[in-house]
């Protein structure tokens, strides 16, 4: 569904990506981990058209998409659930939700999303006529997934849903994750949480400084003494 072949970007003189490749199939739940600073929002920033590979070349459903404007790609069927959220804080959650549809105009649709969102986070239905700017850190987040997935999206990136969140809240985020595959939507997640991440995903790539270091199935890669010592803490 998604290719990386080779990319690389730079910040001016630094190399941020260097050879980056990795595949996301469809239906399936791919995360990138790895330490603050490795490259992995850098990598969704590139998918997503905000920033552009000085090499290499990203294809999504058969069509190169590197250097594509953003707002394309959500009507391609990609959107994305920002780190830091990124919610329009003097709107209302309702509101928050209707701008993740703007792309549409089937207002029986968009209706019936708009209710599963609240299913599932019904915190945000309590607080549906809330600005979204008064909401604590996990109810922003759970809005920012809630808004990602109003348009659609056959491909959903998750940027640190869990970044700052309580435990309980965490375990709220990622249970909303297998709900979100069990529909069929593929998500390439970029999460802090090693273990949540590779306890919820099907594969897995390992970054440092800008590089794929690792890969392999979740589950085998949380058996790997290099990845328990370095990410889980064991």
Not at 38 to 43: I, L, Q, V
Not at 67 to 95: Q, T, W
Not at 152 to 171: C, K, M, N, Q, T
Request: zero cysteines.
């Amino acid at each position: 569904m998604l290719s990386l072949e080779n990319i690389s970007v730079s910040y001016g003189a630094i190399e941020a990506l260097t050879g980056i490749t990795l595949q996301v199939n469809q239906g399936e739940v791919v995360t990138l981990i790895g330490a603050n600073g490795a490259g992995k929002t850098t990598t969704l920033r590139t998918i997503t058209g905000l920033l552009e590979p000085t090499e290499g070349r990203i294809t999504y459903e058969g069509k190169q998409i590197d250097g594509m404007a953003a707002h394309k790609l959500v009507s391609m069927g990609m959107a994305m659930s920002p780190e830091g959220r990124g919610v329009f804080a003097n709107l209302s959650v309702r509101e928050n939700l209707e701008m993740g549809a703007y792309i549409r105009n089937d207002k029986k649709g968009i209706l019936e999303d708009m209710e599963k969102g609240f299913a599932m986070f019904p915190r945000l239905k309590e607080r549906e006529q809330q600005k979204a700017g008064t909401l604590s850190g996990g109810e922003q987040q759970m809005l920012a997934m809630a808004r990602a997935l109003m348009s659609r999206p056959r491909l959903l990136l998750l940027d640190e849903p869990s970044l700052g969140l309580a435990p309980i809240v965490v375990h709220t985020i990622f249970e909303a994750i297998d709900n979100i595959r069990a529909e069929g939507t593929t998500i390439l997640l970029v999460e802090q949480n090693a273990n949540a991440a590779l306890h919820h995903s099907d594969r897995a790539y390992v970054m440092e400084t800008g590089r794929i270091v690792m890969e392999g199935d979740s589950k085998q890669l949380a058996q790997d003494p290099r990845v328990k010592e370095a990410y889980l803490g064991e």
